[in-house]
Nanobody, 118 residues
Framework: VQLQASGGGLVQVGGSLRLSCAAS????????MGWYRQAPGKERDLVAL???????YYLPSVKGRFSISRDNYENTMYLQMNSLKPEDTAVYYC?????????????WGQGTLVTVSS
């Protein structure tokens, strides 16, 4: 399974970006997937999660500004980020997590850098 994250970049405060996570080797449909971020010197935190039945969870500080979704036909997960703040600056990673034959499988994308300038 490979995840390819893209869409990061430099944006001003209040701007928007859409991150993409294209999967190969596994379907995204029905899988638990998430976006995490890691700022310099900090731990990696869960930002948004979409479960197998399409329930969603958001880090409280991004709720109302970020939206996670997936396109099963494109086999891609997205993170729409609006009203960006400097504290959203981080490397964003996508993740997929699923059970297969009694074993938990977890894969990460390579990360895409989001920089929000004030």
């Amino acid at each position: 399974v490979q995840l390819q994250a893209s869409g990061g970049g430099l944006v001003q405060v209040g701007g928007s970006l859409r991150l993409s996570c294209a999967a190969s080797g596994s379907a995204v449909s029905g899988r638990r997937m998430g976006w995490y971020r890691q700022a310099p010197g900090k731990e990696r935190d869960l930002v948004a999660l979409i479960t197998g039945d399409d329930s969603t969870y958001y880090l409280p500080s991004v709720k109302g500004r970020f939206s996670i979704s997936r396109d099963n036909y494109e086999n891609t997960m997205y993170l729409q980020m609006n009203s960006l703040k400097p504290e959203d600056t981080a490397v964003y990673y996508c993740n997929i997590n699923f059970a297969d034959g009694g074993r938990i499988n977890e894969y990460w994308g390579q990360g895409t850098l989001v920089t929000v300038s004030s």
